[in-house]
């Protein structure tokens, strides 16, 4: 059984997708802890970044993602679909994915993790529908011990990792074999698409063909 766990991002890169396609079972793991200037945060753009502004407590910098508050002002939302809009309204498939996105983003979201289910959940559809994503959350994961209880549920268990994740899996879960990732650059992506950048440009370059690019790294 393999398993793939990651943390919610904003925007999530190919990557990311990559590892959820080669799962059995996903783990969305959203009963970790929130860190500022993160992936959870941040999108990474050919000139820059997006960031996600929340309400920080002083006295609780690294609380569970799920209990971080977006701030109350909107306006960072129209700013980022003007910048996703004057980016890549040139490439083919723009308007045929940017009102969806459009919709997402006019939602009254109060939490960061509503705002970030409704991103990753909308790339599902798109992408692996049919997918085993397995919300820690709703599982009643609080930690690694009771994360390692729920694998047991598994028969000889295996985690899908990337190289730089090795000595956290390592650390944390010595028990459990590991299959580590191999590299996903050697893909010939369309111009200006990197594996790091959100999955989205490329959506918006190649359209419903961006499903074959994961095939292609196997």
């Given at each position: 059984?393999?398993?793939?766990?990651?943390?919610?991002?904003?925007?999530?890169?190919?990557?990311?997708?990559?590892?959820?396609?080669?799962?059995?079972v996903?783990?969305?793991?959203?009963?970790?802890r929130?860190r500022?200037?993160?992936?959870?945060?941040?999108?990474?753009?050919?000139?820059?970044?997006?960031?996600i502004?929340?309400?920080?407590?002083?006295?609780?910098?690294?609380?569970?993602?799920?209990?971080?508050?977006?701030?109350?002002?909107?306006?960072?939302?129209?700013?980022?679909?003007?910048?996703?809009?004057?980016?890549?309204?040139?490439?083919?498939?723009?308007?045929?994915?940017?009102?969806?996105?459009?919709?997402?983003?006019?939602?009254?979201?109060?939490?960061?993790?509503?705002?970030?289910?409704?991103?990753?959940?909308?790339?599902?559809?798109?992408?692996?529908?049919?997918?085993?994503?397995?919300?820690?959350?709703?599982?009643?994961?609080?930690?690694?011990?009771?994360?390692?209880?729920?694998?047991?549920?598994?028969?000889?268990?295996?985690?899908?990792?990337?190289?730089?994740?090795?000595?956290?899996?390592?650390?944390?879960?010595?028990?459990?074999?590991?299959?580590?990732?191999?590299?996903?650059?050697?893909?010939?992506?369309?111009?200006?698409?990197?594996?790091?950048?959100?999955l989205?440009?490329?959506?918006?370059?190649?359209?419903?063909e961006?499903?074959?690019?994961?095939s292609?790294?196997?």
């Open positions: 059984m393999l398993i793939a766990a990651q943390r919610p991002h904003f925007l999530p890169d190919f990557r990311y997708f990559y590892k959820l396609y080669l799962s059995d996903f783990l969305f793991a959203t009963h970790l929130f500022k200037q993160s992936p959870i945060v941040r999108a990474k753009l050919q000139n820059g970044y997006l960031t502004p929340v309400q920080h407590n002083k006295n609780h910098p690294h609380p569970p993602i799920g209990n971080v508050q977006l701030l109350a002002d909107n306006k960072w939302k129209e700013q980022q679909l003007k910048t996703i809009k004057s980016l890549y309204k040139k490439e083919p498939f723009f308007d045929f994915y940017f009102d969806s996105l459009n919709e997402i983003y006019s939602y009254s979201h109060v939490y960061l993790i509503e705002f970030l289910n409704d991103i990753f959940f909308w790339h599902i559809e798109m992408t692996f529908p049919e997918k085993t994503i397995a919300d820690t959350s709703s599982l009643f994961v609080q930690n690694i011990n009771s994360l390692s209880q729920w694998l047991r549920k598994y028969e000889n268990p295996v985690f899908l990792i990337y190289p730089e994740e090795q000595g956290y899996y390592e650390h944390n879960f010595p028990e459990v074999k590991r299959r580590i990732i191999s590299s996903v650059e050697k893909i010939k992506f369309p111009s200006e698409y990197r594996a790091e950048l959100p989205l440009i490329l959506f918006f370059k190649v359209g419903p961006v499903i074959f690019y994961f292609k790294s196997t």
